[in-house]
C-alpha cells in the first residue's frame, strides 16, 4: 500500500454485530485521494441516495486522508461522511482534535458503518482488537461525562473518543459528533445518524507507525510547509494570537456582519462579543493546538463562574452574538459550552435560535407556544442559553427547534424567515456583502456553509489576491477552483486554515511525498473537481434539484439596508450561469456526460 | 481636517488603543502620509505590520468609511476631512 495510506477499511455492521477488514483498492485512493473524497465514493457506491438518512439503512463513515497522523501541519482532520438528515444531501462534516491521527495509527483509514444496533453500543478499537460493546449506562449522558467513563473503563487513558451527546440520541438534525471533547464534526447532523445506529461513541488506541513512501523527501517537504505557516501573517500571528474571533471586527467594518437573522450586516455591539474582547476581559486563557498543528486557534477559556471550556470560535460567538442581537459574552460562551457538551452544531443552533426569535418577533410564533420558555426576542441572553438546553433534550418548543430553522420556519407558514440553502442554516457572512461567498452558499454540495469554497479569504481578507465583493466577473471561476481545492485539503486530511499560507502546489507536495502517487498540481486538482461532482450526483439522485441552488429570498430581493454596502443584493441569477458553465454542466446544473467522462466517473 | 482612525485586531490589543483622532492643517492626505504621521505619533511597532518597502502589505485591511483602499487608490487612496479610517493587519479564521 501506498506511503502513508493504511489501506484498510473496518466495516462493522451493528444490526449483525459483524465486524470485517478490507483491503481499499489502490486505484480507488489515487483518484480519490481519501478522507472526504474516498468516503463519498464508498457512500456512492453502496447507499441508495433516497434513503431515509436516519433509517438502518443508510450508513456513516469516519474517514482520514494521507496526511492524517503524519508530521505534516495540521494533519490531524478526519471526516464523517454520510446522507444528512437535516439537508436530504451528501453530508460531510470535519474535525481536528486528535482522534483521526489515532484512527490512522490504529490501521485504518476509514470506518464504515452499517445497520442499526437494537440496543446502545459503543465501538473499541485497540489496533487490530475491535470490538462493539454495551453503552446502556453510557446513554443519555454528556459528551464530557461518556468520554471520561469510556477513557476510565476501556482502561487505555491515552485513547481517542468520538461520541454523541444527548442530541444526537434525540435526533436533532443539527447533532454533531464530539471528539477529544471539545472538538465537532458539527455541521448537517451527522451526530443523528449516529444516534439513529445506536452508536454512543468509538473510543481509538493505536500504536502503529505512518511511514511516508520517501520519508526522507517526506520529512523535508513537511518542515518546508511549516515554515511558510510559521512566516505568513495569517498562520503565524493573527490565527495564533487571537484565533478564528480575530474576523468578528473585520466582518463587521466590511458590513457584512449577519446581525438579527440576517437583517442587517453590522452589529453595532460587535466591541462587546469579539476576539479583543475576549483578550480583554479575561475570558481567555490560553491557546490550544489540534495534531501537528503549528497554528493553534483553538482557545481556552474561562468565565467569571469558575466554568471552563473551550470556544468560543468566530462562527459560534456570531451564531449566538449577532446572530440572535445578543451582546453578552458570557452567555454566548455559556451557550458554546453547552453546545459541546450536548452534541450540537453551534451555527445551526445559534441560527435557527435568531429565526425563531424573528418569527416571534413578527407575531408568527403565539406566546402560548414558548411553554414555560423565556419570550424569544432578539438580544436575550437567557433565550439563547434556555433553548439551547431545549433543543437538545426536544423539550417544550425545543422539539420543534431541534428540526432546524427551514422545517420549523415553514411548519409556522414562513419559510422566508429561515436563513438556510437546502434546509442548512448560514454561516457569519451576509452574502450581500460578497458575491462569489453568495454563490458559493447557493452551489454547496452539503447545504449553506462557507467552508466548502471560502470566498471571504479573497473577497474580504485579500488572500491570495484582493477581489472586489461587488463585482461578478471571474467569481464563477474563483468559486470553482476555491471549491475543488478544498475537496483536495479535506480529502488528504488537513485543515482548510493552512490554505491561508499553503496553494495548490504545496499540498500536491506533500501528498506526492506521503504516497509516491505521481500526481501533478492539474492532477490533484481534477481529482477535486471529480469529488466535487461525485457529491452533486449523489445530490441529484438523492432528489435535489438544481433548483435548490439558491438562496433565501432576503439576500435577492431586500436590499443591504445600512453600511459600507448599503443597497447591495445577491446577483445570482447572472452568477449561476456562468458557474454551471465552468463546471462544465448542462444549463440547468446536470453534469454534462462529456464531463462525467472527463472525470471517469460513471 | 479631522479624521478618525480605528485600530482592530492586533494592532487594538498591541497599541492599547481602539480610536485616535488626528487633527491636520492640510484638506487631505493620503493613506501613505497618514501611516507616517501615526508612526510618527505612536512609533514604529504600529507601521511595520501594515507597510512595507512603501506598499500595504498583503492581507492587511485599511477601509476609509468602509471601503477597501485597495480597490481605490492603494496606499494613495485621498482621506479628506471627516472620514473614518479602520486598520487590521493580515487576519483569517472561518
Known sequence: ?602 | MKIKVKFFTLLKLYLGIEEYEVELDNNSITVNQLLDILEEKIGKKFTFKLREGGKLKKGVIILVNGKNVFHINGINTIIKDGDVISMFPPGGGG
Not at chain 1, 460567538?317 to 460562551?333: E, N, Q, R
Not at chain 1, 454563490?439 to 452539503?446: D, I, M, P, Q
Not at chain 1, 489576491?465 to 488528504?492: C, M, N, P, R, Y
Not at chain 1, 449561476?576 to 467522462?597: A, C, D, F, H, M
Request: glycine share 10%.
Open chain 1, 1 to 602: 500500500m501506498p506511503g502513508t495510506y493504511a489501506g484498510k477499511l473496518l466495516r462493522i455492521n451493528l444490526s449483525t454485530g459483524k465486524i470485517k477488514k478490507e483491503d481499499i483498492p489502490e486505484n480507488l485512493l489515487k483518484k480519490f485521494i481519501g478522507g472526504r473524497g474516498l468516503a463519498s465514493k464508498y457512500l456512492y457506491d453502496e447507499i441508495d441516495p433516497t434513503v431515509d438518512p436516519l433509517s438502518p439503512d443508510n450508513k456513516l463513515i469516519f474517514t482520514t486522508g494521507p496526511l492524517t497522523g503524519t508530521p505534516a501541519p495540521t494533519g490531524g482532520r478526519y471526516m464523517v461522511v454520510t446522507k444528512g438528515p437535516l439537508t436530504g444531501t451528501i453530508a460531510s462534516s470535519n474535525s481536528g482534535g486528535f482522534w483521526g491521527a489515532e484512527l490512522k495509527r490504529a490501521g485504518y483509514d476509514m470506518i464504515i458503518i452499517e445497520g442499526r444496533s437494537e440496543k446502545p453500543v459503543y465501538i473499541l478499537i485497540k489496533d487490530d482488537e475491535v470490538a462493539i460493546k454495551d453503552a446502556s449506562h453510557l446513554w443519555g449522558l454528556n459528551t464530557h461525562e461518556t468520554t471520561d467513563k469510556l477513557l476510565e473503563e476501556s482502561g487505555e487513558h491515552t485513547a481517542k473518543v468520538a461520541c454523541i451527546g444527548p442530541a444526537g440520541e434525540k435526533l436533532v438534525k443539527f447533532a454533531c459528533v464530539i471528539n477529544d471533547k471539545h472538538r465537532a464534526a458539527g455541521r448537517t447532523g451527522v451526530g443523528a445518524v449516529m444516534g439513529s445506529k445506536m452508536l454512543k461513541a468509538i473510543v481509538v488506541k493505536g500504536t502503529k507507525k505512518i511511514v511516508a513512501f520517501d520519508e526522507e523527501k517526506f520529512r523535508q517537504v513537511i518542515k518546508e510547509k511549516i515554515d511558510t505557516m510559521r512566516k505568513n501573517p495569517i498562520t503565524g500571528e493573527g490565527l495564533p494570537k487571537l484565533g478564528t474571533k480575530v474576523l468578528d471586527n473585520i466582518i463587521n467594518e466590511n458590513g457584512l456582519y449577519p446581525t438579527r437573522n440576517f437583517q442587517t450586516g453590522v452589529f453595532e455591539f460587535t466591541y462587546e462579543v469579539s476576539g479583543e474582547a475576549l483578550v480583554e476581559k479575561g475570558y481567555l486563557i490560553k491557546n490550544k493546538a489540534c495534531y501537528a498543528c503549528p497554528i493553534g486557534c483553538g482557545r481556552i477559556t474561562k468565565l467569571p463562574s469558575g466554568r471552563e471550556g473551550e470556544g468560543p470560535e468566530y462562527e459560534t460567538g456570531w451564531a449566538f452574538g449577532a446572530a440572535c442581537g445578543v451582546k453578552d459574552l458570557i452567555a454566548i460562551t455559556e451557550a458554546n459550552f453547552l453546545c459541546n457538551e450536548l452534541g450540537l452544531d453551534t451555527i445551526s443552533t445559534g441560527v435557527t435560535i435568531a429565526c425563531a426569535m424573528e418569527l416571534f418577533e413578527r407575531g408568527f410564533i403565539p406566546k402560548e407556544d414558548l411553554s414555560k420558555g423565556p419570550e424569544l426576542r432578539f438580544g436575550s441572553s437567557e433565550a439563547i442559553v434556555y433553548y439551547t438546553k431545549a433543543i437538545a433534550y426536544r423539550e417544550g418548543l425545543g422539539d420543534k427547534l431541534a428540526e432546524g430553522s427551514y422545517r420549523l420556519a415553514e411548519a409556522y407558514g414562513h419559510p422566508e424567515y429561515s436563513m438556510s440553502v437546502k434546509r442548512q442554516e448560514l454561516p457569519a457572512y451576509d452574502p450581500r456583502g460578497a458575491q462569489g461567498h453568495a454563490l458559493e452558499y447557493a452551489t454547496s454540495n452539503r447545504g449553506g456553509c462557507h467552508v466548502r469554497g471560502y470566498m471571504i479569504s479573497p473577497e474580504i481578507l485579500g488572500v491570495p489576491e484582493k477581489l472586489e465583493t461587488q463585482k461578478l466577473e471571474g467569481k464563477a471561476q474563483w468559486v470553482k477552483i476555491f471549491q475543488d481545492l478544498t475537496a483536495v485539503i479535506d480529502s488528504a486530511g488537513l485543515c482548510l486554515f493552512s490554505s491561508f499560507a499553503l496553494n495548490a502546489d504545496d499540498y500536491k507536495d506533500m501528498i506526492v511525498a506521503a504516497t509516491g502517487f505521481d500526481y501533478s498540481t492539474d492532477d490533484v486538482m481534477k481529482c477535486g473537481d471529480r469529488i466535487w461532482n461525485l457529491e452533486r450526483l449523489f445530490n441529484l439522485k438523492a432528489g435535489i434539484k438544481p433548483e435548490e441552488d439558491t438562496l433565501p429570498k432576503r439576500f435577492l430581493e431586500e436590499p443591504l439596508p445600512e453600511g459600507p454596502q448599503k443597497g447591495a443584493v445577491v446577483k445570482l441569477r447572472e452568477l449561476l450561469p456562468e458557474y454551471y458553465k465552468v463546471r462544465g454542466w448542462s444549463e440547468k446544473g446536470i453534469p454534462t456526460e462529456e464531463k462525467l467522462k472527463e472525470l471517469e466517473l460513471e
